[in-house]
């Protein structure tokens, strides 16, 4: 059972490019979380999804930023017209129930604007 | 608002010794669920140990022990023998029960040293 699939790993844009997350969640999970970690900082909740609807979003920042998870494929975080700002680690988590059960997290993308 | 406090940033220990990372949070409500979570370079988040608020039973998962202090709100993890395999930032995380969000704190690194 394969775990969480994140990628790319790295991701270079430069500013005002796009730029988009896959996470591929654990088989058999339906709930997908993600998460962004800024340098020496823990991870901050920006949005929750489940298949075709966004069920929690009120850690995503208000402009430029976007997910989904539609019914067959990956969820994709999408980052419109990207800042040095944004230069982050991205996590992805995946869970059966909610994370309160246990979460799986993906390795994350490393995206740096330059 | 649920906040994490991790007050200790790096902390050290000697292989085969025991160290306690310290956390505390702050919530007014009962049901909730605490995380360690591990972070080595790789980046991957790796759940090390899970307490239930309503569990008075301290949690244990082989060398990883916690302390829960419900009254305190205080949530310490415990690692004995220690093993160079455990250098690593260890997060701890906060989930409401009900919620679909993690908080998390800042980390604390942990060096292992031979």
């Known amino acids: 059972n394969a775990g969480v699939m994140q990628n790319p790993r790295h991701l270079v844009r430069r500013r005002g490019q796009e730029a988009r997350l896959r996470c591929s969640p654990m088989k058999g999970h339906s709930h997908v979380y993600w998460y962004r970690q800024l340098p020496e900082e823990g991870l901050k909740f920006m949005v929750y999804?489940?298949?075709?609807?966004?069920?929690?979003e009120s850690g995503m920042p208000k402009e430029r930023f976007s997910a989904e998870f539609p019914k067959e494929g990956p969820s994709i975080l999408r980052i419109q017209q990207v800042v040095r700002g944004d230069s982050a680690a991205y996590f992805c988590a995946s869970s059966p129930i909610h994370p309160n059960t246990e979460a799986f997290f993906g390795q994350g993308t490393r995206l740096t604007v330059v | 608002a649920q906040t994490v406090t991790q007050s200790q940033p790096e902390m050290s220990v000697q292989e085969a010794e025991t160290v306690t990372l310290s956390c505390t949070y702050d919530?007014?409500?009962?049901?909730?669920?605490l995380f360690w979570y591990k972070q080595p370079p790789s980046r991957q988040m790796i759940l090390v140990i899970r307490?239930?608020?309503?569990?008075?039973q301290n949690a244990t998962e082989n060398r990883f022990s916690v302390n829960f202090q419900k009254a305190a709100k205080s949530f310490s993890l415990k690692i004995s023998d220690s093993q160079l395999g455990d250098a690593a930032m260890y997060f701890c995380?906060?989930?409401?029960?009900?919620?679909?969000?993690?908080?998390f704190g800042k980390g604390t690194k942990l060096t292992v040293n031979p």
């Open positions: 999804l489940q298949k075709e609807n966004i069920i929690d």
């Open positions: 307490q239930e608020a309503y569990k008075q």
């Open positions: 919530t007014s409500e009962s049901d909730y669920y």
């Open positions: 995380a906060y989930g409401q029960g009900g919620s679909e969000k993690l908080v």
